[in-house]
């Protein structure tokens, strides 16, 4: 061999170096998501300056230039020399990994940054990062430049009779190739959640790019929070209850209510931590409810006939529930802090939780009657649920060896390779299964609109036709019986028109995976193919463009000085086979979003507002969300 594998070609990231040399490692990817990370982790030090009771107020500020601005009014960064490295603190913690204030108990508590990881790394990953820090009667200020550099040392501007942190920083575009321009929305609804979660905080956002400046300021924190979300729904239980208490230095807050839809909104934090896929702080949450209730049921009902214990399912029906818990030294699963494993977390919410929710429900005989006929109802229905499962199961209906008629398979049994599309209509899945790859590309085809699921109760669902073919084809089974790995294909992908009633379908079909098999939302194998909108031709030069934009770049581009005909494609049907494989089938060209659960209880928010019964929250979303919506059509 020629290359020679010696002691030379081991090498030594220094500095922040690994960190642009592998950006996912530290924030997950360099997309969307990753981007906002950033803003994550300098929010993230601000908000544990409001936990540990130093700050009040904080800004978040977007520029016209595309940066991003944080100011708080905490304590301010520490500026002086650190003893062991003869550097000034602020230095350290935004060059070095694993340098900050977080490892210390005493200076904070309780903290989100964990790894002491953030400002570093987004210094690491910016074009520059500025920071002025307000403390000790002075204003101090240093730059970064370059992916960590240090421009200017550390310097005194001028005096200053206040605290705290300002950082400015601009992502850098060679690390964020994909896009350096901030969302909006998902900032807004960042900030919203955190004034939720810190009662009392007030919490600023700025939009300079589009004029835009929202406030939030919740003295009630997560009591508000239920309230909002079951603002326009039908109430079963009047009184919200809420509690917050202290067991073995475990912070916990919960507030509850009751609506009458069907699904359950269950959103828990650790630390201002999303942690959508819960962990032993549920556990014990879930565990303390289901107790309760079944010992309230027993003592109301002990002069009839002793009823069936209630499960979880049962009195998680209908439920809004937020819990947040504040730990010293949280434990997660995994690199994605979404899960949480300390064993003391579960005792201390069903402790706390337990004795809070008996008392509520004797306190209050009405809200309490309501809340059992709800339970009671909900095991009613799922009960009546399990029948009809059952019974399709006997029919063979979700059979994986009874797979619908319609289903046009593929030729691989290798998930890892195979693929599904649901197909809106017969004329496009007529055209996909002509043009498809036999060997890993398999179609069904949907006839009308898939059923709401947000309205119906389950036992309903399973009379669904459309429902039972997708369930069959995919083969995992739902909800708690869902098993990943009777998967029959990796990528499940919804192809519909660029149109609103395929855009309904999409919402339709994205209600259903959500609510009913939400694990492959979680396991990234939901995609949403994106067909072309417009074909441009020039004698036999042909090209296809996915948005106006790109259709503007090809007509002055390609095109420019052709005789060129545009055509404007309404539905999946007015391509043929050939062209339905060239633009939105085919891996090596074609162009799918991946639906991911980021943050699942905006998720849960946006379905609700969407899919639900009140018409004027979908006209109110859609109108906020237009001006920031690039392509309708996906």
Not at 25 to 47: A, F, P
Not at 50 to 76: L, P
Not at 556 to 579: A, C, H, N, V
């Amino acid at each position: 061999m020629s290359e020679q594998y010696g002691s030379d070609s081991i090498k030594v990231l220094k500095g922040l170096e690994a960190v642009r040399k592998r950006p996912g490692m530290y924030i997950g990817s360099t997309s969307k998501s990753g981007l906002h990370h950033l803003v994550w982790e300098i929010l993230d030090n601000s908000i544990d300056e409001a936990m540990a009771g130093a700050a009040h107020e904080i800004k978040v500020s977007i520029t016209k230039d595309g940066e991003i601005i944080v100011q708080d009014d905490g304590r301010g960064i520490p500026v002086g020399i650190q003893k062991d490295s003869g550097k000034s603190a602020l230095e350290l913690v935004f060059t070095q990994l694993h340098a900050g204030g977080k490892f210390d108990s005493d200076s904070y508590k309780i903290s989100g940054g964990l790894h002491g990881v953030g400002a570093s790394v987004v210094n690491a990953l910016s074009l520059y990062v500025d920071v002025i820090v307000e403390r000790d009667g002075k204003k101090f200020h240093q730059l970064f430049s370059n992916g960590g550099t240090i421009q200017s040392e550390l310097e005194i501007l001028s005096d200053s009779s206040r605290t705290g942190t300002t950082v400015r920083f601009k992502p850098d575009p060679e690390i964020f190739q994909e896009s350096v321009n901030f969302d909006y929305i998902t900032i807004k609804n960042k900030v919203k959640q955190l004034a939720y979660l810190n009662k009392g905080i007030k919490l600023n956002l700025v939009d300079e790019r589009i004029d835009k400046a929202v406030n939030f300021h919740f003295p009630n924190g997560i009591l508000d929070y239920v309230r909002e979300e079951n603002e326009t729904k039908t109430k079963i239980n009047p009184n919200v209850f809420y509690t917050d208490g202290k067991f073995e230095d475990i912070e916990v807050e919960v507030a509850l209510q009751y609506n009458a839809d069907y699904n359950e909104n269950l959103i828990t934090f650790v630390n201002n931590i999303n942690t959508h896929e819960g962990g032993t702080h549920e556990d014990g949450l879930r565990q303390s409810l289901t107790r309760v209730i079944n010992r309230y049921a027993e003592k109301v009902v002990k002069a009839n006939k002793q009823p069936q214990k209630f499960s979880w399912d049962d009195v998680k029906e209908g439920v809004i529930c937020i819990l947040s818990i504040r730990h010293t030294d949280p434990q997660f699963e995994g690199q994605t802090k979404t899960k949480l494993a300390n064993p003391d977390a579960k005792k201390a919410v069903d402790t706390i939780v337990g004795d809070a929710f008996e008392e509520f429900l004797l306190k209050s005989p009405d809200d309490a009657k309501a809340i059992l006929d709800k339970n009671t109802n909900a095991q009613k229905a799922r009960i009546a649920a399990q029948r009809a499962r059952e019974e399709t199961r006997r029919k063979g209906a979700l059979d994986t060896f009874s797979l619908p008629g319609k289903l046009a398979d593929c030729e691989t049994k290798d998930p890892t390779i195979a693929e599904l599309y649901l197909v809106e209509g017969d004329s496009a899945g007529g055209s996909a299964k002509t043009g498809r790859n036999r060997k890993h590309q398999a179609i069904l085809p949907l006839r009308g609109k898939v059923l709401n699921v947000e309205r119906v109760q389950e036992a309903r669902a399973f009379t669904n036709n459309e429902i039972k073919s997708i369930v069959t084809a995919i083969g995992t089974g739902i909800k708690e019986d869902l098993d990943l790995s009777k998967i029959r294909y990796g990528k499940i992908v919804i192809m519909t028109d660029a149109d609103v009633d395929g855009a309904h379908i999409r919402t339709l079909l994205l209600t259903f995976f959500y609510r009913y098999m939400k694990d492959l939302v979680r396991n990234g194998n939901i995609f949403i193919a994106q067909p072309p909108l417009f074909k441009i031709e020039a004698g036999k030069k042909v090209a296809y463009a996915y948005s106006d934009a790109e259709l503007e770049e090809l007509k002055l581009g390609d095109f420019s000085g052709s005789r060129f005909t545009i055509q404007r494609y309404k539905g999946l049907g007015e391509m043929d086979p050939m062209q339905l494989w060239e633009t939105t089938m085919d891996p090596e060209r074609r162009t799918m979003l991946q639906i991911t659960l980021e943050d699942a209880a905006v998720a849960n928010e946006v379905f609700s507002d969407l899919m639900g019964e009140d018409p004027e929250l979908r006209r109110e979303y859609i109108q906020e969300n237009a001006e920031f919506v690039e392509n309708i059509d996906f």
